[in-house]
């Protein structure tokens, strides 16, 4: 087993164990371009820490269980495994269309995860903090059931708006006081409060383990993790349902809850755990490298911003409940929402664009960039077709792409020639992988992208400013010069937006005959052959 706790040091920096976890999407539906606003920061962090050498695990997968699924698979007339099968293979050709770089993306109906979730379940009840305990639940006496939260609708406390029963748009969710006299989604009835038994997390037991965990990790959350945690500890932590009455879910491991299925809030988030140990178990690697409190371990949660407290609450309080020096979650990446045209998405209302529907019409590159230096890093954002389209012409075709595509296919030029590098381009380019790291690294994913744009920028005032279509008239040495230094510009492109476009960086790698991508900074030692430059991005009509 390789040992991942050696002093390994990358330009005198200690390698880290980076585990990077995307939020689990539920299989009820396709994925939309909010899903993709979501989750693409995972595949751009697992990027970047890779050209750092860091080790990096990047796990995700389908949650397949729980009442959407089992919903859909009753209006379909089917078993609800064929609808977690269903979708399951499309979100995997969407993030492989995508270029997610998972080093394992699993599913929630896997005997695998299953497994080990009902082994860690058990920890948890053991040690105190899951009990058994007789409460009032709604039960629709048409239906002749107990209802789940999510079968249930009322008038949001918070907004005022109808809502279902586990959460409102607004991000409110529902107390179980707010779900006495709800109406049945499936009959229209109201409810009455009948007596049944579940397991409870005991989650008002960690409230002080929480709030020192929030208080010692929240500089490295955005500000939406801080707020809602915060407030969810300011009002303070209730104790919550751990089993729902379903067929379809994980079960339980406890006598006498044979008829019950695990919440499925639990067993999602504790699929990053065991995805953690199924790649490890495939790679030969110690999982607890990754996830024990004693590892020089750094760890990403991306996720939307209604996933918040599953995140910030919910997952830390089942590491700490089984007692075992879990490391905690270090940062939380909550991006916001991605409307579209002033709408929020929603499924209800079939208003959401979906990834494959953009991926049919769209450069894939393209999708990624405008999702990470436009997307909804800090606050909601509206997406637009028209706007996405004028990005896409603005930096990729007319500053990136007419940058690589003049100096590249320079006409009669046939290799790119040795010369000296400008001092003032290169101590720029030395400065944005700094500039650029620092940013990633505070999560301020636009910012890092402006930077990039601005050395595109550079690259193309300066070859404006050296007009090499006279000089390769009237002085050849500095035609040789303005070249090289914006061939040098390009390949360290091919670094610096290699987290963002993958697909583009191999492309100018290719051209410039570059080994892979690394963050260092590279310059061209040999005179290359310029061979079968194609044009990067086309334009987009904006008609």
Request: charged content about 30%.
């Amino acid at each position: 087993m390789n040992n991942l706790l050696d002093k390994e040091k990358i330009n005198g920096i200690e390698k880290r164990n980076v585990l990077i976890g995307g939020a689990w999407p539920y299989a009820n539906s396709s994925l939309h371009l909010g899903h993709l606003a979501a989750l693409i920061s995972g595949d751009f962090l697992k990027r970047y820490h890779e050209l750092l050498g860091d080790n990096v695990l990047y796990v995700s997968g389908t949650d397949c269980h729980g009442t959407p699924i089992t919903e859909r698979a009753m209006k379909e007339g089917v078993n609800p495994k064929d609808i977690a099968e269903r979708y399951h293979k499309e979100f995997k050709e969407v993030f492989d269309k995508m270029e997610f770089s998972y080093d394992l993306y699993t599913k929630t109906c896997e005997e695998y995860h299953k497994k080990h979730v009902e082994e860690m379940f058990l920890k948890m009840y053991k040690n105190g903090y899951i009990y058994s305990k007789k409460s009032m639940q709604p039960y629709c006496e048409h239906c002749g059931k107990f209802e789940a939260d999510r079968e249930l609708e009322l008038v949001c406390p918070n907004c005022g708006l109808v809502t279902k029963g586990d959460q409102c748009d607004c991000g409110y969710v529902p107390t179980e006081e707010d779900l006495v006299g709800a109406t049945c989604r499936t009959c229209g009835n109201k409810t009455i409060q009948k007596e049944n038994t579940h397991l409870y997390l005991a989650l008002s037991k960690l409230q002080k383990q929480i709030e020192q965990y929030t208080k010692e990790k929240k500089e490295n959350w955005r500000i939406a993790s801080i707020n809602e945690t915060e407030k969810y500890l300011k009002e303070g932590l209730k104790d919550r349902a751990v089993t729902r009455d379903l067929s379809w879910g994980v079960d339980i491991p406890i006598d006498g809850f044979e008829d019950k299925k695990m919440y499925v809030w639990i067993d999602a988030v504790l699929g990053y755990v065991t995805a953690t140990q199924r790649i490890c178990e495939e790679k030969g690697l110690n999982w607890e490298d990754y996830w024990k409190a004693n590892s020089n371990i750094k760890m990403y949660m991306c996720h939307g911003k209604d996933n918040i407290t599953f995140h910030t609450i919910i997952l830390p309080a089942l590491l700490l409940a089984m007692n075992e020096n879990y490391h905690l979650p270090d940062v939380m990446v909550s991006t916001q929402y991605l409307n579209i045209n002033s709408e929020k998405i929603s499924k209800s209302k079939g208003n959401g664009i979906t990834i494959l529907q953009m991926l049919e019409k769209y450069n894939v590159d393209s999708i990624r960039y405008y999702m990470i230096s436009h997307g909804p890093e800090n606050k909601d954002v509206d997406f637009t077709i028209e706007n996405y389209v004028s990005i896409h012409n603005s930096d990729l075709v007319n500053k990136f792409g007419n940058f690589v595509n003049r100096t590249l296919k320079f006409k009669g030029l046939t290799e790119i020639p040795l010369g000296i590098m400008d001092k003032e381009v290169d101590d720029e380019i030395t400065k944005k992988y700094k500039t650029v790291s620092d940013y990633i690294e505070n999560l301020e994913f636009k910012k890092a992208c402006n930077e990039i744009i601005e050395l595109i920028e550079i690259g193309n005032k300066y070859y404006d400013e050296r007009k090499p279509w006279v000089q390769r008239k009237e002085d050849i040495e500095e035609f040789n010069n303005t070249i090289y230094t914006c061939a040098n510009v390009i390949a360290n492109l091919s670094n610096l937006l290699e987290p963002i476009m993958p697909e583009t960086t191999r492309k100018l790698r290719k051209y410039l005959k570059i080994d892979k991508p690394s963050w260092n900074k590279i310059e061209i030692k040999e005179e290359i052959p310029l061979e079968d430059i194609d044009i990067l991005f086309e334009k987009i009509d904006e008609k």
